[in-house]
């Protein structure tokens, strides 16, 4: 939130954590009067309850993202009561009532007691608590590291699907994200908890020797007089505040050691721990037959043995009755037109785009069968209108027995674009790089992006994505297939009367704009320069931007390769955004003698050939070089040169490096930052 001014606004809940911050400080120098260290002491105890609750109550560990900043901010308050309770104890001989009914009623007024219960605390936190939430944080951060890019392929290749939006693909990898984050923070704040049990032992004997020193030696005490009245209250104000961090530790480990899952804690065990009554009923009859034994206490045994047994009965009828309800009714599955094969072969027109797919994957488009293939072509065409601002027209999928069987052909406009064999079986797991683990599986390449994959089995898929993969069902290859195909040709589905769309969209909200360009420009010449646009990727869904472009610039130029450059200028925003190049664009930039070479080559007139060999090869392989070494690094290969050079370097990468982004200087926003990570040199 932002005041009018622009600088953020302060909110009553960051004013009190502010507040509190400031106000622990002060109680390390300012005196506290006992009543206020009795309220602070029960509110500590009051937030180690509340911090435990929301933890055991909490289906995602995202949703309590804040617990490792608590850990610290918990920390520092109870290391400032324990300095104000030292302090009150040694100058006024009393630490307050809860303190003193604390070392009273919970160890009896028994000092012993009282230490060897603390010390079983102390223990119990730092050796087992502790040291295992510090262990589960370790692996957890280590994991979600190297689980980071396989999830965000699995993102892409759910988008490139049609599965998502692109804003629910951002809020992915966003959580993604805030999920390694977490991990790392609970990494390091599992040290907090391990240095409190510590700093708790520690003041625990100094008030011990402190208590000893003044009562005897200021007070007159004897030293039984002085071990009853000190060591009383010592024990007492170390388990008033080991207690509740021993509660926060245990929340701590409950957070960390929680597997991904749809519901709270409480909900999964009860889910999980009587999820098969068979095992309740034996665990009864066991602790039933341990009571028979002679010389064993048969009350206790024969009373839970009782309760569990009871459960496990109970339990059994009510999963009989679940399973009665949930049997559905027989019934005959109707046969439809468009489950009988064609026996005639009809004359139609040529399709702009098509699957067709093999025998054995038709039952993916049956809804009838499960298939929920139709339903995803649906969601990638809007995908594709909402990334591109291209409407496509319709995607006909249907069945060819001339194919294999598990075989599937994409066609535009009735010419074979792309075709794999899935298995409709198996699961495909794709290697993000540099994994050193493997699984068991057929190798296959990901028609998609060309990545190196497995065809595994459903047993397999759980532990593949556990060491990184990225794993998809059959119908997600085939739609990121498509996907992609559509991207790569998406220049060839506009024709004019797409275009004669857009224009009459255009020229319900901007008729004087629609009048003035079609009485400068024919729809073939408009046509031309939305496809120069969408053969590089350039989304065109801003119409109202472009046609501003190309008003302005058609009374000097007809021509469609110079009208396509200044509309990418006037683009430049929307082209950095869609590629995501901001704010520093690290790009692969031309030598000062190859730019004046090429440009003096472009502007040659005459006979002859206008570019040396030499130097075009030098370009050419300059640019194959380097665009593979950006891809290599996880960077967009990205190349800048000037606006004259753009055209003649795009017509170059187009045969060597298709994917090679090509800017020029004219496209970028001023305020961006250009870092040449390789020059190309003849």
């Known amino acids: 939130m932002t005041n009018p001014s622009g600088a953020p606004s302060i909110r009553a809940s960051d004013v009190i954590v502010a507040g509190a911050m400031v106000a622990m400080v002060t109680l390390l120098i300012v005196p506290l009067p006992q009543f206020l260290v009795d309220l602070l002491l029960t509110f500590n105890i009051a937030t180690a309850v509340v911090i435990v609750l929301v933890s055991i ?39 307050g009532e809860v303190i003193r009914r604390f070392g009273e009623y919970v160890i009896g007024g028994n000092t012993v007691v009282g230490l060897i219960v603390f010390l079983i605390l102390v223990i119990v936190q730092f050796i087992v608590i502790t040291k295992g939430a510090e262990r589960v944080s370790e692996v957890a951060a280590r994991f979600t590291l190297d689980a980071m890019p396989g999830k965000q392929m699995s993102i892409d290749a759910d988008l490139n699907a049609g599965l998502i939006t692109e804003a629910e693909a951002r809020a992915r990898r966003r959580e993604i994200e805030r999920e390694a984050d977490f991990y790392g923070a609970m990494d390091g704040a599992t040290k907090f908890i391990k240095g409190d049990a510590i700093a708790g032992l520690l003041i625990v004997f100094i008030n011990l020797i402190g ?72 665990a009864g009859g066991l602790l039933l037959g341990l009571g028979l034994i002679p010389g064993l206490p048969t009350l206790p045994f024969f009373l839970i043995g009782a309760v569990i047994l009871g459960t496990g009965v109970l339990g059994s009828r009510y999963q009989r ?117 493997t699984v068991p599986g057929q190798p296959t390449v990901e028609p998609a992006f060309g990545l190196q994959a497995l065809w595994i089995s459903p047993a397999d898929k759980q532990r593949a994505e556990l ?28 024709g004019r009367q797409e275009v004669k769309n857009m224009v009459d969209m255009v020229k319900e909200t901007h008729p004087a704009l629609v009048e003035e360009l079609t009485r400068l420009l024919s729809l073939g010449e408009i046509q031309k320069v939305l496809q120069n646009l969408l053969a590089e990727g350039v989304p065109i869904r801003d119409l109202v931007l472009i046609f501003e472009a190309l008003a302005d610039w058609a009374p000097v130029t007809k021509d469609p390769e110079q009208l396509t450059e200044k509309v990418r200028v006037a683009l430049g925003r929307t082209i950095v955004h869609h590629f995501e190049l901001g704010p520093v664009i690290r790009a692969i930039t031309l030598a000062p003698d190859v730019e004046q070479r090429l440009q003096a080559a472009a502007e040659k007139r005459g006979p002859g050939p206008a570019l040396d060999p030499q130097l075009a090869q030098a370009v050419i392989d300059g640019i194959q070089r380097e665009a593979q070494a950006m891809a290599q690094k996880g960077l967009t290969p990205v190349l800048v040169c000037s606006p004259a050079l753009r055209p003649v370097i795009r017509r170059i990468a187009q045969h060597t490096y298709p994917k090679l982004i090509v800017l020029s200087y004219a496209e970028l926003d001023p305020k961006l930052e250009i870092e040449s990570v390789a020059v190309i040199r003849a």
Do not use: C
């Open 57 to 95: 109550f909490t289906n995602e560990v995202l949703q309590f993202s804040s617990l490792p900043t608590l850990l610290l901010i918990t920390t520092l308050f109870r290391i400032t009561l324990n300095v104000s309770t030292t302090r009150l104890l040694l100058t006024t001989g009393e630490a």
């Open 211 to 282: 208590g000893f020193i003044v009562g005897m030696l200021q007070q007159g005490m004897s030293f039984s007089e002085a071990w009853a009245h000190y060591s009383l209250r010592t024990v007492g104000d170390g388990l008033v505040t080991q207690i509740p961090a021993l509660l926060i530790s245990t929340a701590a480990g409950i957070l960390v050691t929680r597997a991904a899952g749809e519901s709270s804690l409480g909900i999964e065990l009860t889910r999980q721990l009587g999820g098969d009554p068979k095992l309740l009923m034996l």
């Open 321 to 437: 009755v679940r399973e009665a309800a949930e049997v559905p009714e027989p019934e005959a599955l109707p046969i439809t037109n468009d489950m009988v094969p064609e026996t005639k072969v009809q004359l139609t027109p040529v399709d702009p785009l098509e699957v067709e797919l093999g025998y054995a994957l038709v039952p993916m488009a049956d809804p009838a069968r499960g298939g929920d293939l139709l339903d995803r072509v649906v969601a990638v065409r809007k995908q594709v209108a909402a990334s591109l601002g291209l409407v496509l027209p319709y995607i006909r999928v249907r069945d060819n027995l001339a194919l294999s069987p598990y075989q599937y052909v994409i066609k535009l406009r009735g010419i074979e674009v792309g075709s794999y064999e899935l298995q409709p079986d198996r699961y495909l797991a794709m290697d993000p790089g540099g994994l050193e683990e």
């Open 467 to 494: 060491i990184g993969y990225t794993v998809v069902d059959p119908a997600s290859v085939l739609v990121a297939h498509l996907t992609e195909v559509i991207k790569e040709n998406a220049h060839l589905l506009l």
